[in-house]
């Protein structure tokens, strides 16, 4: 059943608010969640040139 | 690493159409509902969330059960990307359900079998996360993670059908309500329109992020293994 307030009402309920909130959370949370796998991404890159550089050095003191 | 497929590239940019396209449809094209008024609009992305959420998790399980089957750590790779994948649409499902239940039901949170079931089916993939990492040895890390993942998928159909078998107020807006529920409504022909297509593009934003997630793993594997030679030499 209905609260018996929405069933008086003439208009739709103002719920502008509550729906721009709602949108937000739902970009913002696969925002966040793009800029984390980005973020993840460029970590192992980094790991990456760092492994580059040691192996470099290895071979160099292998030499 | 392998430079970004050309499929990938197309499907973003399709992916990021789509939904542009879907997120026109929910604001302009779909009518604002007599009742509820704007708060109405979230359903379309809330619903589309939740098909991804058991859709991620149903792939899990499949992923799960091939991997038992052949041992190759790929379907491992795609199960664990899947659940996390998984975890984003669930926990945005449950957050934006709330916030349209703030001015329709008059409550952020109430003990309905649909809320709990929703919420337990996303800490059983939390758990599925955080007990993988506690295991060290990566065959025994997958065994388990294949497992679990078969078995945590009871909890979706559980989910899906918790407001079509119990006593509920949440709204079945495909199929018929329980008298008590509160915030139904009647989709017209825009809103059904903006709803399938709502749902479409989930689906490829769910493929398009399971994509980039798989391939973050398989980088990470790389990285492993040059630190275990890097290690050695």
């Known amino acids: 059943m209905q609260p018996l307030s929405i069933l008086l009402q003439e208009a739709p309920a103002d719920t502008f608010g509550y729906m721009l909130l709602g949108l937000g959370v739902i970009l913002g949370t696969m925002a966040l969640y793009i800029v984390s796998l980005v973020s993840r991404l460029n970590n192992l890159h980094r790991d990456l040139e760092v492994l580059d550089q040691v192996e470099e050095q290895q071979m160099g003191a292998g030499d | ?171 079945v807006v495909i199929g018929s309500s329980d008298p008590t529920a509160q915030g139904t409504f009647d989709m017209t022909s825009r809103m059904l329109m903006a709803f399938m297509f709502s749902l479409l593009t989930f689906t490829f934003i769910y493929i398009t992020l399971l994509w980039h997630r798989i391939r973050l793993s398989n980088l990470r594997e790389r990285v492993e293994g040059r630190k275990l030679d890097v290690l050695s030499a």
């Open chain 2, 1 to 171: 690493m392998d430079p970004m497929p050309k499929t990938l590239k197309w499907l973003n940019r399709i992916t990021v159409v789509l939904f542009l396209i879907a997120l026109y449809l929910t604001l302009f094209y779909a009518p604002r509902e007599a009742v509820m008024g704007d708060v109405q609009r979230v359903f379309y992305f809330h619903v589309s969330a939740g098909w991804v959420g058991g859709l991620a998790f149903l792939v899990t399980a499949i992923a799960g059960g091939v991997y038992l089957a052949r041992r190759n750590s790929r379907w491992d790779r795609l199960a664990l990307a899947s659940v996390e994948v998984g975890m984003v649409f669930a926990f945005i499902n449950i957050v934006s359900g709330s916030i349209w239940a703030r001015p329709v039901w008059n409550t952020w949170w109430t003990w309905d079998p649909r809320l709990v079931t929703a919420t337990i089916m996303e800490l059983l993939y939390l758990a599925y996360l955080m007990l993988r990492q506690g295991i060290e040895d990566p065959d025994r890390r997958a065994r388990f993670g294949a497992i679990y993942g078969i078995a945590a998928f009871i909890s979706v159909p559980i989910t899906f059908f918790s407001i079509r078998f119990f006593r509920t107020i949440h709204p």
